[in-house]
């Protein structure tokens, strides 16, 4: 994903967190945070961040919005469509912006 989609894609992601359920919302957060990772890569000191939620996405966390959050994260660092395992098989980079609203 190119740094200059990430501008108005963030705008879009920050409008539906903040329209949004809180579950769903932390989602979004998520996937935003993720994009951020893979866009601007992972700081030496946020890598046990990075696997910790990316191992909530495995082993449940018994916290719906901390599991919420690690999936979001996880769909936005695998460039994954929003809210997508079960719905698309397409990478993000291949999505229309107003397909995520």
């Keep these: 994903m190119d740094k200059k989609v990430c501008i108005p894609l963030f ?4 409008w539906i967190i903040d ?3 809180l ?3 932390e989602y979004f957060r998520g996937y935003r ?9 992972i ?3 946020r ?6 939620l990316i191992g909530h996405t495995v082993y449940c966390s018994n916290d719906p919005f901390i599991d919420s959050y690690a ?3 996880r769909d936005g660092f695998e460039e994954m469509a ?5 719905f698309y098989s397409q990478p993000l980079r291949s999505l229309h912006i107003a397909s995520i609203v």
Aim: glycine letters at 8%.
């Design 11 to 14: 705008s879009i992601i920050d």
């Design 19 to 21: 329209t949004s359920d």
């Design 23 to 25: 579950l769903r919302a």
């Design 33 to 41: 945070r993720g994009i951020e990772a893979l866009v601007f890569g």
């Design 43 to 45: 700081s030496d000191d």
């Design 47 to 52: 890598t046990d961040v990075h696997y910790m």
């Design 71 to 73: 999936r979001g994260y």
């Design 82 to 86: 929003p809210e997508s395992r079960s």
